[in-house]
C-alpha cells in the first residue's frame, strides 16, 4: 500500500475509502496534478473564506435550508502543511 501512488499520472482520479484518509496522500495527489474524492474525517482541522464561516460552521442546518443540495467551497485542509481542496457536500 505504501507506494500505491507512485504510478499515478497528471490528472488522474483517485477514489478511496474513509479508512485511508491520509493528508500526506492527498498532497502527493494534489502534487501530482491528480484529483481525489474521499469522505471528510471529522476532526481533520480546516481553514476557509471568513465570508463562507457562518455557512460552513453550520453546514449540516445551512444544507437544510438552503435551496440547492449542494453546496460547494475552496477550503484548506490540514493544519500543519494545508493543502487547498475543494468542498462539495450534498444533503442527503
Known amino acids: 500500500y505504501k507506494n500505491h501512488l507512485s504510478e499515478l499520472e ?41 465570508e463562507k464561516d457562518e455557512m460552513i460552521k453550520h453546514l449540516s442546518t445551512g444544507l437544510k435550508k438552503c435551496q440547492s443540495q449542494n453546496f460547494s467551497t475552496e477550503i484548506e485542509l490540514g493544519r500543519k502543511n494545508p493543502i487547498k481542496v475543494r468542498l462539495i457536500a450534498r444533503r442527503v
Request: hydrophobic share 35%; charged share 20%.
Open 10 to 50: 497528471e490528472n488522474n482520479l483517485y477514489i478511496q475509502d474513509l479508512g485511508y484518509f491520509v493528508l500526506a496522500n492527498f498532497k502527493i495527489i494534489h502534487e501530482k496534478k491528480s484529483y481525489f474524492i474521499s469522505r471528510f474525517r471529522y476532526n481533520t482541522g480546516v481553514s476557509f473564506n471568513r
